[in-house]
């Protein structure tokens, strides 16, 4: 199966401030990433699709100015929270469509914690 | 866009065999999944189906019927290690998941 990798796997940072987060998919190109979002003691929701080379699909209530998608290159999508504050607080996690494969494979994750 | 419906939670012993459930409304369906997630960790993959029946993956099986928008999970021989959240996932035409609440398993000795 694809490895994906996530990074970092967990920052805290001051409220206000932007944090990226990178999602690479490490052995094969994926034209399709996916972010979720995780608030605790609830299920993952789905914020965005990341498509390699054009602009990404937020979901209904995600603020795309907020949260900045970048699809680069064909391994490498990155999330930036942008002016982030406490409730922005919350585990965010990439995963990658492989074409062919019945799953879909999760990054590590990244706990997110404003302060 | 899906509704995915699940226990909150489980409990049983170690040995024993847990069931546990899954309904969805789809406006398009293209596989379901089941997860096992511990806290603090992102999901890793159990299970896959996309045609009814029963799929069998050592201790752990999943069944389909896409007619009634019904999965569940079987774990069998449960463990210790098996205290867990497990997550139902549907995924649609353009390969989106959308996941249930997720069903806390705990496992008592």
């Known amino acids: 199966g694809a490895v994906v990798s996530q990074h970092p796997s967990w920052v805290i940072c001051k409220s206000g401030t932007s944090v990226k987060i990178e999602c690479r998919s490490l052995d094969f190109q994926a034209t399709t990433m996916f972010w979720y979002r995780q608030f605790p003691k609830q299920s993952l929701m789905l914020m965005a699709t990341s498509n390699e080379g054009s602009k990404a699909t937020y979901e209904q209530g995600v603020e795309k100015d907020k949260f900045l998608i970048n699809h680069a290159s064909l391994t490498l999508s990155t999330l930036t929270v942008t002016s982030a504050h406490p409730e922005d607080s919350s585990f965010y996690i990439c995963?990658?469509?492989?074409?062919?494969?019945?799953?879909?494979?999760f990054g590590q994750g990244t706990r997110l914690t404003v302060v | 866009g899906q509704n995915i419906d699940q226990p909150t939670e489980m409990t049983a012993t170690e040995g024993a065999i847990v069931q546990i459930n899954c309904t969805y409304q789809t406006s398009g369906f293209n596989g379901l999944f089941w997860y096992q997630q511990h806290a603090g960790e992102a999901p890793t993959f159990l299970s896959y189906?996309?045609?009814?029946g029963l799929e069998e993956k050592g201790r752990f099986s999943s069944f389909l019927s896409r007619s009634k928008g019904y999965s569940y999970l079987l774990l069998k021989e449960l463990q210790m290690k098996d205290s867990a959240s497990y997550l139902c996932a549907v995924r649609d035409g353009d390969y989106k998941l959308s996941f249930g609440a997720g069903t806390t398993v705990t496992v008592r000795a």
């Open positions: 995963s990658v469509k492989d074409r062919g494969e019945t799953e879909a494979f």
């Open positions: 189906n996309v045609l009814d």
